[in-house]
């Protein structure tokens, strides 16, 4: 089983740790999700997540390469810029999605860890005469995420670094090695808890260091390390799909409602014309939506568990947890157009049977 460079510290601080995401060993809480949910909310969390995938690319060709490939535009990014898109089957269908950093010499791609290997290979059967290099660096890189409404202030506090409220998602900046620190701290805005959030890439063995330096300082901003429960039930929440449930090679993006991820304007690349028809000739057949369910919270819902319109089959689940904020369980799924409006009623299969719930639009609002 694989763990990060981060696991020694995990251990002393107590966490509980479960396999997840390819036989990875990561931290699900360190005191109980529900506290460190509401420290996301209310305050600010750490949070390791040095097992996703970590990809750059490098050579003078790179954002035309990539730009062409995948589902969004790259080639308009200047240094200190971002964004978020798929590469697709040549079906339109999900193969991976991906967060572009573009930096002065190399654009970063942070990936699902279950498409770490896939994304590689995928990439690196298209470079043929492209002045470009494509190197999987996951194990000599880590990553740390900060998420909530003190987030911007420790994150400041730690790097030095001014004005990152105002700083776009997606976009970043770059804490270059001098002094106290002795590797360079790239620092992007990812949103993807609902509260403000920057995800911290360092060197490997810089890890720990930094690590510690964040506990440090956000003392004085209650800070809490979180698990991957609490970051789980604050994704689901937040209405944000991730790959491996909402996302899959069975899907579309547009069925996810990740229209954003898509540059209609670009021109060809792999899958455009699957997904350019369903836009401009058709509609998806079902689409991404919350379902919050009746009573009080029951056992967590399984993934595929199916969903109901009185005795027609409509849907299924795919992800589902019980959400603090809103003190109910809640769950992501895919839902047939005809009850996709906020306020349609569904059933949902569990062990005991049918429960009741409300379709509502994403994200879920407390």
């Known amino acids: 089983m694989k763990t990060t460079p981060l696991y020694p510290i995990h251990e002393q601080l107590g966490a509980t740790f479960a396999e997840k995401h390819l036989d990875w060993n990561i931290p ?43 589902s969004n535009d790259v080639e308009s990014l200047t240094t200190g810029q971002g964004t ?9 269908k999900i193969i991976a999605d991906l967060n572009i950093t573009v930096l ?62 105002a ?13 106290d620190f002795k590797h360079t701290i790239v620092c992007v805005r990812t949103d993807n808890t609902g509260e403000i959030g920057w995800t911290l890439y360092t060197a490997a063995e810089a890890l720990i260091s930094l690590w510690e330096t964040l506990m440090a300082e956000g003392v004085r901003f ?9 970051l789980e039930s604050l994704r689901i929440e937040a209405g944000v799909p991730r790959y491996g449930t909402e996302l899959t090679d069975a899907v579309i993006p547009l069925e996810a409602e990740l229209e954003h991820t898509i540059d209609f304007e670009k021109g060809c690349y792999i899958g455009q014309e699957i997904v350019a028809r369903m836009k401009y000739r058709g509609h998806p057949n079902r689409l991404l939506r919350g379902l919050e369910i009746d009573g009080k919270p029951i056992r967590k819902l399984q ?15 795919t992800s589902s947890t019980f959400a ?38 994403l994200p879920f609002s407390a």
């Open 324 to 361: 603090p904020t809103l003190a109910k369980e809640i769950a992501l799924g895919y839902v047939r157009i005809a009850v996709t409006e906020a306020g349609s009623r569904v059933q949902v299969e569990t062990s005991d049977g049918r429960v009741d719930a409300t379709v509502v639009r």
């Open 222 to 230: 209650n800070v809490q390390p979180i698990g991957w429960n609490a």
């Open 303 to 317: 993934p595929n568990a199916k969903v109901f319109d009185g005795d027609k089959e409509v849907g299924w689940v």
């Open 84 to 92: 978020y898109a798929m590469l697709l089957t040549h079906r339109g």
């Open 104 to 165: 002065e010499d190399t654009i970063s791609i942070d990936t699902a860890s279950e498409n770490t290997e896939s994304l590689f290979n995928e990439l690196d059967k298209y470079i043929i005469a492209d002045d470009v290099e494509l190197s999987d660096v996951t194990a000599e890189t880590g990553a740390i995420a900060v998420h909530g409404p003190k987030s911007a202030d420790l994150v400041q506090s730690v790097l030095g670094l001014n004005g990152l409220a």
């Open 28 to 70: 699900t809480q360190f005191t109980d999700a529900v506290s460190e949910h509401l420290a996301v909310r209310n305050n600010v969390g750490i949070t390791d997540v040095s097992y996703r995938g970590r990809h750059q690319l490098t050579g003078e060709d790179r954002a035309k390469f990539l730009h062409r490939i995948i």
């Open 167 to 179: 700083l776009p998602e997606r976009h970043n900046c770059v804490r270059e090695a001098d002094g």
